[in-house]
């Protein structure tokens, strides 16, 4: 990403493009961090991460944010409630799943959730493992890049 008005731009582009639960979205916490890396596969992958928030959260707003420190991209809803789901990847489909094979070797993408069965985990979508994480946001995505 050249800075964080390139990253603002993609992310409200995707949010215009397709939002039939009328999410409001925040990116007040997005500011530059220098890396290199495929940029277009980036934003492909952060369009189909944000259609998938926009088809599937159940929360009023998306928030996204950089950790500049850890050269991190959170996108995250405001709905900590716990999933009905199994704490693995077997969940993702379609525009995750095709969001992962466009990061493979970029960046590293995590999902952060609270699940019925285990509380808050974080699964490593590149290597599908599972950890206990702390109480976070709500549903979240987030690429680390190295």
Not at 9 to 21: G, H
Not at 47 to 55: F, G, H, P, T, V
Not at 80 to 99: M, Q, S, T, W
Request: net charge negative.
């Amino acid at each position: 990403m050249k800075d964080e008005t390139d990253l603002v731009k993609t992310i409200k582009r995707a949010f215009k493009q397709n939002n039939p639960n009328n999410i409001e979205i925040n990116v007040d916490e997005i500011n530059a961090f220098g890396f290199y890396t495929d940029v277009t596969r980036v934003k492909y992958a952060l369009k189909l991460i944000i259609e998938s928030m926009l088809d599937n959260s159940n929360g009023n707003t998306v928030f996204c944010k950089t950790e500049i420190q850890n050269k991190a991209i959170e996108i995250f809803d405001d709905n900590p409630e716990p999933l009905n789901i199994l704490p693995n990847r077997d969940f993702v489909h379609g525009k995750l799943r095709k969001a992962i094979y466009y990061l493979i070797a970029l960046c590293d993408y995590s999902i952060i959730a609270n699940f019925n069965n285990g509380g808050w985990k974080e699964i490593n979508m590149m290597k599908d493992e599972v950890t206990d994480s702390v109480e976070y946001h709500g549903f979240t995505h987030r690429l680390t890049f190295r």
